[in-house]
């Protein structure tokens, strides 16, 4: 087996390993968001917000290194496969090897889409303290009857809906990239089962055995149903 091959499937199982740790702190991380929402919303109540800034800060930047490793693995997943399609030229390809490819596929498309279910769930926790503190803000500023506070909070609320709109196109193009990606997977997967036919089609005595064992059944299922013909004969005779 190649060196390359080799080299390349332990690059593959280290970001993958590295992915997993990461997805799984994110996940932790949104559960946090879950459990400090109502402290996020009295942070805003008094003015400074940096709980509910924090812990967002924390999250996007994960996300970003999170989205960086599916990439690398992305390329990785590539070249494994423009590796395999060098091994099947040179006769050297076998099922085992196409079989590991395909693992590599699944569980990149299985880490995209938990990510993606991640994303959303502490998007939505997010938008929801932002929501909570603005409507408590609203009601001190209400008691405190200060228009400048009112003001103020009227440009908050403005900032926090173009944020709201910049977070929803980044879904939007997130989305975009995750079927761009799915398309390829399922055309990668496709080349990759024509390529097991043709390793297939390059052994013909496998398919003349299976040939011949067929044969085989066929007629022993042809002598058995005469046996049993003949024997109900000769007990209806008889009889």
Known sequence: MPRAWEELRRHARQAES???VKIVSLSKLGTGIQNVSSTT???WTNGDGIAGHSSSTTCEAMALEIEQ???KLSLLNDELAEAVGILNQSGAATPTIVHTLERHNGILADY???FQKIKGRIHVEQERADLLGSVRRDIAAHKSGGVERQTEL??????RLLMSNR????ALMVAARARESLEVQRRRLMNITGQLQNLLNRFP???KLIGNINIRKRRDSIILATVIAVCIIVLFLWS
Do not use: C, P
């Not at 009227?154 to 900032?159: F, S, V, Y």
């Not at 977070?167 to 980044?170: G, L």
């Open 154 to 159: 009227l440009m908050d609320e403005h900032d």
């Open 69 to 71: 490793l599916l990439d």
């Open 112 to 114: 995209k889409q938990e």
């Open 205 to 207: 005595a496998v398919n």
């Open 167 to 170: 977070r929803a196109d980044d």
């Open 18 to 20: 590295e992915i997993d």
């Open 41 to 43: 919303a009295a942070a």
